[in-house]
Nanobody, 111 residues
Framework: QVQPVESGGGLVQPGGSLRLSCSSS????????MGWYRRAPGKERELVAG???????VYGDSVKGRFTISRDSGNKMLYLQMNSLKPEDTAVYFC?????WGQGTQVTVSS
């Protein structure tokens, strides 16, 4: 069955930046529900950034002003630009496209 694939995670210092990419593996992302979620150790999975319908975007309160979600419909790619990273952003980040979930990519923010 179709499964999105994330990439771009890694180790970064506080204040640094990363861009996560998600290949939709053929799924149409012109419209519909899609986004990025994360799960930190000992925490529940939470919404980081999402796109609903045609172009309605939502962000978790803790990442507003720092993270930006975007998409390339033609190439069927979803992105998450993460700036001003903090240690509390450390988590496994998951891509979700129309109820299909990727395996996740680790983001570690540490000096």
């Amino acid at each position: 069955q179709v499964q999105p694939v994330e990439s771009g995670g890694g180790l970064v210092q506080p204040g640094g930046s990363l861009r996560l990419s998600c290949s939709s593996s053929g799924l149409n992302i012109r419209h519909g529900n899609m986004g990025w979620y994360r799960r930190a150790p000992g925490k529940e999975r939470e919404l980081v950034a999402g796109i609903e319908g045609v172009n309605s975007k939502v962000y978790g309160d803790s990442v507003k002003g720092r993270f930006t979600i975007s998409r390339d419909s033609g190439n069927k790619m979803l992105y998450l630009q993460m700036n001003s990273l903090k240690p509390e952003d450390t988590a496994v980040y998951f891509c979700m496209i129309r109820n299909h979930w990727g395996q996740g990519t680790q983001v570690t923010v540490s000096s």
